[in-house]
């Protein structure tokens, strides 16, 4: 079989396991493979701006937040459901991107400089959404919880299992969104740009236009990930939603499973929830109760993984199924 | 508002910046140096602060002594960091070495909490709440104290890079990483010695700022972001830039928790970043790349 012939008998393998999943896991793996959607839809939204051309953002809990926060706004104070909330949850993230992009890049920022200006304008927001009281401040915005047995998908409340079909949709459309994107003119300048964007801008590549349009394009997609979010908790709080943190544990994905990869965003994002998840289940039956255990063993891994897997997971992986590495 | 008042708020700002640029001066040398942004700079800073916490209670030595030893160790820390861990992510892209030091962060960070769980503590010396005044301005003891110590500190670096020939030599390696290694400078070794000195500068600023401040775990990655501002606002690899934009950093953070509100006050400095970025990106005093 050939390498193309091969990933697509993989994606189906991997899609009929995951459509049937909700029915024949319980509702903790149905929660825990909806977490692990969302770090998959997510990481291949940074993975755009990253992994295709090469601008590395450490501010993207700024677009979860900022799409969060607007879906939810809209629903709390006018009762107007995500479907029409997310159109105006992705044109607020093409906004910031937008505008971050164009000063950044106008200002020729680029590397350390340009990531800790995505920190900046995160941080700056996180500060700036505690002092919102419409949209409750520090002590957090609220979606009223309604535990209903049928689906509304109109208004995203509903069971867990359309939770996580919602969600597999999503990644779903995202990963060939993705796969298009790199074949397309598009993904071959990003590429371009990444590997040296000196050399792809004396090719006549308007390198500002490009990076402009990864910003944005990766922004739009993580404000769907935010809205989808405002609606699975049900509560925002802006020191959670815009920490550093977050945007930490967004990109922890793409890197670890390969970045710049297709399947990497999604590998990477099982590796590290369920990863996450053992390590709290074997703490749990171990009896240990001290804060921290987790996060430091979490740690280790992360440094073991970076040390030893410089490209992350997936090309590794790939190599041995006989795919491309991409 | 009366105007003493004002003084008072800048002057107690002016003093906690110096130590803030004393702890920016530290990731400031590194990534002059290494050109490797330390992801982990305020988690060394708390597990300073608790070391001196530690050493205090154990011992019952006045903190400005424990900066000796608290330094020593952290030299040698930083040291067998760079050379153990970081050394072999020179050539690795940035993200890689990024996600190395975030990695090495969170394990900092947690294995605090492990250790001393979420509480603040604190080192209470019998000259905590002394001050003096001259005129209507009040000082604080201790933030004289600990401005001064930041102070020279600082000073003994730049005499350090400037005088000594070792200082001489990592000038170089920050210069022409080639050129150093053709004239046959130990490279690795500067590295590993310039992220030692880094972690010795960190140190003598957490152990002052135990004396201002309480510490917990959580004010690691804080840290780090005020570090990253300062540095950034002062010129990233800038020496005085590092400590001007700690000195202006502490101003306008006071300034805004008298006039704005106490909560505001990072959003302030956050402010004065992107603006630096946009339209300095080199720094105040940083140099044109």
Known sequence: ???????????????????????????????????????????????????????????????????????????????????????????VCVAAGAAIGFLAFRFGISGVYFALLTIAFAEFTRIGFDHIDWLGGPAGLFIKVEQRDSWDLLNLRGTPVMFYFVMLALTAGAFAFCSWLLRSRAGYYWQAIRENEDAAQALGINTFRWKML?????????????????????????EQIFHISRSIEIILGPIIGGLGTLFGPILGAVVLTVLADGITELMALAGIEIPGVKQVFYGVCLLVVIMFLPHGIWPTIARRLGLKER | MPIDLVANVVIAGLLTGLVYGLMALGLSVIFGVVRVVNFAHGEMMTIAMYASVV?????????????VPIAAAFFAFGYVLQAGLINPFITRPEHSQFLL???????????????????????????????????????????????????????????????????????????????????????????????????????????MMVLLVDVTPVLGPYYTLLAFVIVIVGGLGSMPGALLGGVLIGVSEALAGLFIAPSAKSMFSFGLLILVLLFRPEGLLGKKS
């Not at chain 2, 050493?55 to 900066?67: E, I, N, Q, R, T």
Request: hydrophobic residues 60%; aromatic residues 14%; glycine residues 10%.
């Open chain 2, 55 to 67: 050493l205090f209670a154990a011992l019952g030595l006045d903190p400005l002594l424990l900066v």
């Open chain 2, 101 to 207: 030091l975030v990695a090495v962060a969170i394990i900092m960070v947690n294995t605090l909490l492990m250790v001393f769980g979420p509480d603040a503590r604190n080192v209470q010396t019998d000259y905590q709440l002394e001050s003096f005044a001259i005129g209507p301005i009040l000082f604080d003891k201790v933030r004289v104290i600990s401005a001064a110590m930041a102070v020279a500190t600082s000073a003994a670096l730049f005499a350090f890079f400037k005088l000594t020939l070792t200082g001489k030599a990592i000038r170089a390696c920050a210069d022409n990483h080639l050129g150093a290694l053709v004239v046959g400078l130990n490279v690795k070794h500067l590295y590993a010695l310039t992220f030692g000195v880094g972690a010795a500068c960190v140190a003598v600023a957490g152990s």
């Open chain 1, 214 to 238: 990864a910003v944005v394009i990766s922004a739009a997609m993580t404000g769907v990930s935010g809205v989808f979010f405002a609606f699975y908790y049900n509560n925002l709080f802006p």
């Open chain 1, 1 to 91: 079989m050939s390498p193309q012939r091969r990933a697509y008998v993989l994606l189906a393998i991997i899609a009929a396991a995951l459509i049937v999943l909700p029915f024949v896991s319980g509702s903790y793996v149905l929660s825990v493979a909806t977490l692990i959607l969302f770090f998959a839809f997510t990481g291949q939204a940074w993975n755009v701006m990253m992994g295709f051309a090469g601008q590395l953002s450490l501010g993207h809990s700024l677009y979860v937040g900022l799409g969060a926060y607007v879906a939810a706004g809209l629903f709390f104070h006018y009762g107007i459901g995500p479907w029409a909330g997310v159109w105006l949850a992705i044109a």
